[in-house]
């Protein structure tokens, strides 16, 4: 359907029970429902080669190329 209105190429994952070891949770869909939205907003707007992020706690989009620059820590007792 996205591919018929866009004329975009479209990937769809599908993140179930087995890859997070459970049930999302009310924050899981509300991060889930933002990122879909900001990347449809991208998508109708053409932009491409965009990713969308979650940086210093706000939705952002970033160049894909990113994900290759160097090492990614998360500082896990600051997030969990």
């Known amino acids: 359907m996205i591919k ?3 004329g975009v190429n479209i990937i769809n994952q599908s993140v179930g029970y087995l890859a997070r070891s459970g049930r999302p949770d009310s924050l899981d869909l509300m991060v889930a429902i933002n990122y879909a939205s900001m990347a449809a907003d991208l998508a109708m707007e053409g932009a491409s080669g965009r990713m969308v992020a979650l940086r210093g706690g706000t939705y952002t989009n970033v160049p894909i190329s990113v994900t290759g620059e160097g090492v990614k820590r998360v ?3 600051e997030l969990y």
């Open 4 to 6: 018929d209105i866009t």
């Open 75 to 77: 500082d896990v007792d």
